[in-house]
């Protein structure tokens, strides 16, 4: 009895370790989620492929997130905003 319970503590730990590690390196999977929760019920993505675009450099892209996400009342870490910097800029912008 003793055994398989902790067969299934380490099971579950596994678990734990595959799911954290599958998140690490996703940045830019989380940086378009936290966009398409967040950023799209105003503009979609077609807003960054303007001609003539906002932001001039990656600093202003930066920028101008993190000004959305204060506006938006998002309460972001700096990693929330480094990958939704990093999807769009991936994506759309190209620095
Ligand atoms: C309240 C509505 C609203 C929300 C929410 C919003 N935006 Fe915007 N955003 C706008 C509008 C309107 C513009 C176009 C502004 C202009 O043309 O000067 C814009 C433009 C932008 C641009 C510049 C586009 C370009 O290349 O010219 C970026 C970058 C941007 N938004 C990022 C975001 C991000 C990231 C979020 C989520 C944190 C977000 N926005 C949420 C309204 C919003």
């Given at each position: ?12 730990s ?9 998140a ?23 807003v ?14 930066r920028?101008?997130?993190?000004l ?28």
């Open positions: 009895m003793a055994m398989s319970i902790n067969k299934s503590i380490i099971i579950i596994l678990f734990a370790v595959a799911g954290s590690s599958s690490m390196g996703a940045d830019l999977e989380r940086g378009k989620a936290l966009y398409e929760n967040h950023c799209q019920f105003c503009h979609s993505i077609k960054h492929s303007r001609k003539n675009r906002w932001p001039k450099d990656l600093d202003e892209l920028g101008i997130v993190d959305r996400q204060k506006e938006t009342n998002l309460h972001w870490s700096k990693e929330d905003i480094d990958d939704v910097v990093d999807f769009l800029n991936t994506t759309q912008y190209n620095y």
